[in-house]
Structures are given as C-alpha cells and as structure tokens.
C-alpha cells in the first residue's frame, strides 16, 4: 500500500513542480519529513535523488518545444555550482533558526516582488547577467546548505528578468538539472538516501514530468496563461513562511 501510495503521489508532485519550474526539494522534504517521518538529514538526501529523473525528463520536454533561455540558464547555474560547494561547507556552522528566517523572508520578498511588478516591466539590460548570477548564488546556497531544490530563487529572478512564464518555467527546470545532479552526487556520498521511499518517488515523479511540459504548453495557449505567474508567486510566499515556521 505504502509503494502505491509514494507512486502516486510522486507522479502528483512531478506534474506539479515541473509545470512549476521547481524540483519539488521543499515538497518531497516535506512528505518525507512530516508524513512518513525520517530523520531531517536522510529526507534532505533523498528529496535531492527523488527529483533528479524528474528535472531532467522535465527539462528535455521543454528543449523539444526550445523554450529554454540558456543565456540566462547557464550563468544562473555557473554562478550557483560553487554557491552548492560553499553551502555544503557553510551547513554545519550556521544556526537553523538563522538559515530558516533569513532563507524564508527572501522567499517571501521574492513572491511579493513578482505580484508587485507591472506587466512587462524587467530588470535594466545591462544589469541583466549579473541579477541572474546573484539568484544563481542564492539558489546554490539553498541546495548546499539545506538541501532543498533551489528552485524559488530560480524561477523568481528569471520573471523578474522579464521571461514570459512558459520561458521562465523551461529555463528554472533547466538549471535545476545542474543543481540536483551537484547535491544529488554530495548526499548520495553520505549514504543517507533512503532508497525505499525514494525509488517510488521517484519513478511515480518521472512520469509526472513526461506529462508537465505538454500541460504548460496547454495552459500558455489559453486565456488563463497570466495566471500561473500570481500561482507562483503566492507559492514562494507561502514557501517562506512554512520555512520561518
């Protein structure tokens, strides 16, 4: 019963995160950690394998519809690489009560500044590389230091960028696949996975992602498209706050 629960909701949150343009960490950390009650450790490893297949499956649908920005996609994810390392460094000395206001009012301040901006207002063009390499370094610090996805920081900076949601969508599952295989490959090394929930996480979450890249086209199509945008945004608010909680 168990497996077919963790398949199920697998393939849930894998339809959810990937039309998202998230890696579902926060998600998968969680159900591991308050539903099926491992150790805050272990759920960190095993969010980060779980949502690996799914990020990539996910971000190889939207290559094939070439939504993905990767100007922008990939100094977002050089700049974040060694934000992973430091962070992985930085976890064992830094308070969780700190990491959690500081991590949960950004996430706040980020949605806030998505449902604030105008229509069609962007970052100045000039400024536009490196406003993407700071929420690239914020991104990494997330998955270094606490193993989540990253994906808020992401997915915030690149509509703040200006990229129309079904880009910004593409691009963050993107650079999510660099981040997850960086963190995947540090916690795996640890041998805190737990490969009994995950495996079926996982699987249930990859077949999530093969149908997410055909929804959001689906939905970019119709008169609801500007819609996702204020989802998303009350999703980061809503990250940050269960974060300080």
Excluded: C, E
């Amino acid at each position: 019963m168990t497996t077919g629960l963790l398949l199920i909701l697998g393939f849930i949150v894998g339809i959810i995160v990937i039309s998202l343009g998230g890696g579902g960490g926060a998600i998968y950390l969680g159900l591991l950690a308050s539903v099926f009650k491992i150790a805050p450790i272990s759920a960190a490893a095993t969010s980060l394998v779980t949502s690996l297949p799914s990020v990539m499956i996910g971000s190889w649908g939207y290559y094939r519809q070439k939504k993905i920005n990767f100007r922008l996609g990939n100094q977002m994810l050089f700049s974040a690489v060694p934000a992973v390392v430091l962070g992985a460094l930085l976890a064992p000395y830094i308070p969780a009560t700190i990491y959690r206001w500081v991590l949960g009012l950004i996430l706040v301040v980020l949605g806030l500044r998505i449902v604030l901006q105008k229509n069609g207002q962007s970052a100045p063009k000039k400024h536009t590389l490196l406003i993407a390499s700071m929420y690239g370094v914020l991104s990494g610090l997330m998955v270094g230091i606490a193993g989540m996805s990253g994906g808020g920081p992401v997915l915030a900076g690149l509509l703040i960028l200006g990229l129309d949601t079904f880009q910004a969508v593409a691009t963050s599952s993107y650079v999510l696949v660099g981040l997850s295989v960086i963190g995947a490959a540090m916690h795996i090394s640890g041998g805190q996975v737990d490969w009994q929930l995950g495996l079926p996480l996982m699987i249930g979450a990859a077949a999530g992602a093969l149908v997410a890249p055909l929804l959001v086209k689906r939905i970019s199509m119709s008169s609801h498209s500007g819609n996702m945008k204020w989802v998303m945004a009350i999703l980061l608010v809503l990250m940050g706050i269960n974060t300080i909680r």
